[in-house]
């Protein structure tokens, strides 16, 4: 893993890695007996959730995630405050009610804390779905909101021990976002349209926040014909 020194003005080191490296170092941090949150960000389509499912996978029981997207606010909700069309912004979630969750991760009690998660093919949160043990060393949290100072989620940032940016061209993540969409049945015009519109307005947003992270990581992770590489 190669680390470019930062350029003047404070902003994050940047790497490019492998997904085993991104492990390697993930592990540093789930040393038994601690309790710390890795936070991973980045805009829609960069990989987030690939990278979360690659360390879970390598760090078994000492990792736990705890996905940003399970405090989205329910569609009915978002109707009811006239957001319908704006699903994923910043303003569409339940910041306040993520902060306190992970303010009671970071002082585990002695039983298992419940965390929500977001079901992409229902597109609704789903309640108390991920049990977090007492003993879990590494809490890993991913969004696209991690770093962002507006709507009340510069409070987040506070709970997190470390955050990565992982960092992809626009494009890239255009057509993966496109392909995810289209998996779930969405028409290719409905797919293209949401992802132009929609994913592409937070991305910019998201992408106002990277001077934020601890790292800023370019993932090397092929890309095949057909796979989903998701977050």
Known sequence: MHEQAPPSGGSPPVVRATLQQLVD?????????????????????AGK???????????????????????HYADVE?????????????????????????????????VPVYAPVFDRALEEPIGSAVPVAP???LVLTEGNYLL???HGWSAVRTCLDEVWYIDVPPDVRERRLVRRRR???????????WVRSVDGRNGRTVETSRSRADLVVHLDVPETPGA???G
């Open 135 to 137: 003993d879990t060393p």
């Open 25 to 45: 170092r993930a592990a540093v941090l789930a040393r038994p007996g601690t309790r710390r949150i890795l936070g991973i960000t980045g805009a829609p389509g």
């Open 183 to 193: 998996s779930y049945g969405h028409e290719p015009q409905a797919a293209e349209d």
């Open 228 to 230: 989903d590489v998701a």
């Open 49 to 71: 959730s690939t990278l979360c499912a690659a360390l879970l996978g390598a760090l078994g029981a000492r990792a736990a995630l705890v996905g940003m997207d399970g405090f």
């Open 78 to 110: 978002l109707r009811r405050l006239g957001r319908g069309d704006r699903k994923g912004a910043p303003d569409t979630f339940d910041v306040d009610g993520y902060v306190a969750l992970l303010r009671r991760l970071r002082t585990p009690p002695a």
């Open 148 to 150: 962002l100072a507006e």
